[in-house]
Every structure is written in structure tokens, then in C-alpha cells.
């Protein structure tokens, strides 16, 4: 009977390892964190820290369970939903039991940490402010424009001179310098060499919007890098998490007719001829090179030191030459020079490291 007891004891505690409050935050990871934070401002939603003191908790409740309702009828709602931009948010097809419960983990996650999942962010420090950005090719700007002008110069004398042929000459080089300065190196560089290359792709999907104001983690969805050898681009299910709800964009009236081509291409999916979206590759090395992101990113290599400032750019462009001495120098560099996040420091130099 004892034994029992005990046994039984042992069970109810075993039941209990995920607290209450610790299942509500995976269920707040899993449907919400996507929209919204607790505490790190707002994303697609307004940040959730506090929602208790500004808001009624009826007035909550029945927000998160019956969304679309309120969206269409409540003026608080109505309010909101034109602050962000008529992004609608989805119904989340939680009971009332669940809204509250959920609303208790918020409660406690707005005065701090709850659980394992929810460890401190480090302070939002701007990641891409201390990677130190790739050289774009953008041609020999000023040495370009003082040989023009040097060359100009001197052919305005040399004709005062009366030497045509050599103003003539010198004009020539004066061209071709202004020609330099203007970023002619875009197009004379080595063969295979695309730094700056920035293709148009089928959707005119922006990473300005997405990572940069909308601040949406590289790894959601390019979860490859973290993983594997491959980035990769995400499947069209993972821009539906949002799309679903989002149709317009911010402060439009009409649905926009990009994220029409996402849907469209979506709808078919379940058709005998499903389409994809053929998005044009960009960074591409030659087969005979191995490349892993994993190896790079587990390393604590920002995607921006490679890639550039992305959430910047409204449409992606190769921002490094992905030359061999660009591997390479990298790989040469010491801990005194080495970024301060590098875990370790240096990369193989043997050729069997990237040629196999
Ligand atoms: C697709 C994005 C999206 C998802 C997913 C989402 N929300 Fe929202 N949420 C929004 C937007 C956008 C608003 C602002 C109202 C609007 O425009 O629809 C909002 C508003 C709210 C508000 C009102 C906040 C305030 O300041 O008054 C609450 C509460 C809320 N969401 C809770 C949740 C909860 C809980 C979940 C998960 C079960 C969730 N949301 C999932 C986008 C989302
Ligand atoms: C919402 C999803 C999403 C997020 C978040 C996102 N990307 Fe992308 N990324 C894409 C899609 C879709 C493409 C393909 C279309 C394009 O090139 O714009 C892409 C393309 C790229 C490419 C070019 C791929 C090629 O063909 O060479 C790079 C590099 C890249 N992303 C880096 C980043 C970085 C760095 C971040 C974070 C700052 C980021 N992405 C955030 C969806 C995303
Ligand atoms: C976490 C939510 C979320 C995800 C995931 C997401 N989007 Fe968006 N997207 C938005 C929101 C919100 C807007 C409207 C932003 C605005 O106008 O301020 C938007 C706008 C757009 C637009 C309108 C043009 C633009 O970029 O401003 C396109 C096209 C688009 N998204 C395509 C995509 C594609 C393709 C994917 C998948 C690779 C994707 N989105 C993934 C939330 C998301
Ligand atoms: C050490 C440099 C480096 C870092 C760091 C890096 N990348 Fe890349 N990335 C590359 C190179 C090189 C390629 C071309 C790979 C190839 O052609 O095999 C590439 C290709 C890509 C591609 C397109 C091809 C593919 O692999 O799917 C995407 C998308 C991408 N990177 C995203 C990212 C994101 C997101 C991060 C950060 C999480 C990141 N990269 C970090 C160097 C880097
Ligand atoms: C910004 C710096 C940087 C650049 C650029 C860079 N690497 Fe690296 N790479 C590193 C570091 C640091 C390591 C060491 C990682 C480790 O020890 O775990 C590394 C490791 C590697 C490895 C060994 C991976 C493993 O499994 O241990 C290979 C292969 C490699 N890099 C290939 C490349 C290639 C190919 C390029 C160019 C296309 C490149 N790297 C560009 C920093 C860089
Ligand atoms: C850190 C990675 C890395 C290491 C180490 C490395 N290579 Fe390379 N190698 C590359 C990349 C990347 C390219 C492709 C360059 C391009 O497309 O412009 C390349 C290209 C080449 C080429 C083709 C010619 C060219 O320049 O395009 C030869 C030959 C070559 N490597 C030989 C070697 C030899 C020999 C070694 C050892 C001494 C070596 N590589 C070590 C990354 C590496």
C-alpha cells in the first residue's frame, strides 16, 4: 500500500515536470511568437508585455477567441488593426480556457523570464553593427575621379601646347578613368566573379521588410544554415504562416499583387500540377568547392559578414566576390584580429578542406 502510495507519488510528480506555465509557453512559441514578443517590441502584432494593465480581461479573452469578430465589430479592435496596417490577425482557435491561461503565462512573462524557453535575449544591440561588412565592388571611386580630372587637366594644356594628338590621347584616358569611377570594375572582373550581382525574382519579395522592419530571424526561415551545408530558400508553407492573414501591405487599401502570386502558387499546391516559385539563385559557388553553413554559422559567423547587410536590401545582391582569397583571408586570420564572437579562430588552409 505504501509502495503504492509512493509509486503513485512518483508518477504525479513525474506528470507535473512541464509546468502549467511552461506548456502555455509553448503554445504562446508555437501560435503567436511568430507575430508577437513579450517585451522586444512590436513585429507583425503589437508587443504582448503588460497587456493586463492596459487592457479589460474580458475584453482580452474574447479577442484571442473569437478574433475575426472583433476585428469587424469592436472600436478598440477596429483601432488597432489600422495602427497595424490592416495586417488581420488569424483566429487562433483557442477556447476561453486556454486565452486565459495563456493570459496568466503573459502576465508573468511581462515582469521576466519564464522557463528555459524564454532566456534572456541578449540586449537588441543592432547584430549587424559590430560584423564587419564584405568591400562591395563599387570601383575606385575617388582615385577614378582625380585620374579623370589629372588627365583632363593635362589635356587642356598639352592642346594649348599645340599637341592635338596627345590631347586627344590623354582625353581618351580621361574617359576611361571617369568610366572606372562610375563603377565600370561591376563589369570587368574576374570570370566567375558575380559580387553585386542582384537578379529580379518572381515575387518581389523584400528581406528590408521582412528581417529588417518586421525583424524576422534569418533562421526562420532559411533553418538550413543552422543545420546543414545548404541555406536554402523556404518552402511556400512557411511564408503562409503569415500570408494566410496578411494580404495587404502596410497602409494600401487594396491586397497586394505580389503576395496574390505567393497564394496563387500556394493554391495549387494540392492540384495534379502544383507550382512552385521558381526564385533565381544568386550565391553560387563552382562544384568543386565545399561550402558548409553550418560549420560557419555554429561558429558564430553574423550571416551579414558574409552576405552583407540583407535586411537591408529590398532585393537581395551578392555583397562578397566568394573568391578563393576571399575564403581564404578569412580563414588566415588571427585571434587579435579575429571579431571578438568568433567562438574559435581561423579556418583550414589546406586545399583538401574545400576541394574534395
Ligand atoms: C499572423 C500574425 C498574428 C498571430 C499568429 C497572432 N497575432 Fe495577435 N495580433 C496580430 C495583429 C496584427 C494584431 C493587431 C490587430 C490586428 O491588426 O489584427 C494583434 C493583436 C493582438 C492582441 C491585442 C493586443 C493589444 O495591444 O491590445 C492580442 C491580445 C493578441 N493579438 C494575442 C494573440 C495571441 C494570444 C496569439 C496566439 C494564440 C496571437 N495573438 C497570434 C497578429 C497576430
Ligand atoms: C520571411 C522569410 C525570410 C527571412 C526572414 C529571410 N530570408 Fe533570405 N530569402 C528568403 C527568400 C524567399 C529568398 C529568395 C528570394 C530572394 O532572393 O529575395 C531569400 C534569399 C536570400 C539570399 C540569397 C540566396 C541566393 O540565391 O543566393 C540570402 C543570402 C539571404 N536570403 C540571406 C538572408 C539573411 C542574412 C536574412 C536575415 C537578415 C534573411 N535572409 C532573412 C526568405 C527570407
Ligand atoms: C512572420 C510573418 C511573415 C512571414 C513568415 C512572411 N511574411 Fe511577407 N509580409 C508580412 C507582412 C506583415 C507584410 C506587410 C508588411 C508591410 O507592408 O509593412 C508582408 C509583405 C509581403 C510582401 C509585399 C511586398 C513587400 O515585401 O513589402 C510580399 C511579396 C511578401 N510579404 C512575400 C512573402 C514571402 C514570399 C514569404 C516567404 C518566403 C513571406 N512573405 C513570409 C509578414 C510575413
Ligand atoms: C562564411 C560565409 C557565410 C556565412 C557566415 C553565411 N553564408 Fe550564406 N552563403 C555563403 C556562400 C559561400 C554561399 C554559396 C554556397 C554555394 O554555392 O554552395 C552562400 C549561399 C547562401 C544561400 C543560397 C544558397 C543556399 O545555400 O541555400 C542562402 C539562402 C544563404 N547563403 C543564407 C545565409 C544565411 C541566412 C546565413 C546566416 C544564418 C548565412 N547564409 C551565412 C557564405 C556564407
Ligand atoms: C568571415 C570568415 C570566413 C569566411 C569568409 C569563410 N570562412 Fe570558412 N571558416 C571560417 C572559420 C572561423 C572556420 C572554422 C570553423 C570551425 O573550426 O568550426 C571555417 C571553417 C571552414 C571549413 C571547415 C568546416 C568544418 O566542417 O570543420 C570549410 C570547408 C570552410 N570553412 C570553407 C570555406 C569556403 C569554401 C569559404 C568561401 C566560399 C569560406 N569558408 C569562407 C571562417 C570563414
Ligand atoms: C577556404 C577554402 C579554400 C581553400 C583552403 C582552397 N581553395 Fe581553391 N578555391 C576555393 C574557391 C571558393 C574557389 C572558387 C573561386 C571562384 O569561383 O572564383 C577555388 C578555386 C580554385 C581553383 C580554380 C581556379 C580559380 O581560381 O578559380 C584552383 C585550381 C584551386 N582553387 C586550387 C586550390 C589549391 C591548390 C589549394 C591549396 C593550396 C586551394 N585551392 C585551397 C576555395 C578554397
Redo the contacts with the bound molecule.
Sequence with gaps: MIKLLLLSALFSHAAEAPTSLQKDAALFQAKCAKCHTIGRGDRVGPDLKGLSERREKAWIIGFITRTGFYLDNDAEAKKLLAKFNGVRMEDTGLSEAQAAALLSYLDAASKGPVGPEEAPEPEAEDP?AKVRMPAEGRGAWLPGIAAGLVCLALAVGVWQLGFPLSAAVLLVLAAGAGYWSLGGRRHHRLLGDQQGYA?A?P?D???AT???K?K???????YGAARSDV?G??PAS??MG?HNAVRKTAGATEPSAEIAKLVAAWDTRLSSAPAA?E??????LPDFVHFSHRAHVANDI???E??G???D?A??R?ASSLSMGWCVNCHRQEKSVAPSHWKRTGGPLDCAACHW
Design positions: 549587424a537578379p525574382q515575387i519579395y523584400s528581406h521582412h528581417a529588417g518586421l524576422i530571424d534569418c533562421l526562420y526561415c532559411h541555406a530558400v523556404p512557411v511564408c503569415c516559385i526564385w533565381n539563385r544568386i550565391h553560387d553574423r550571416c551579414q558574409c552576405h547587410p540583407v535586411q536590401m532585393r537581395v551578392q
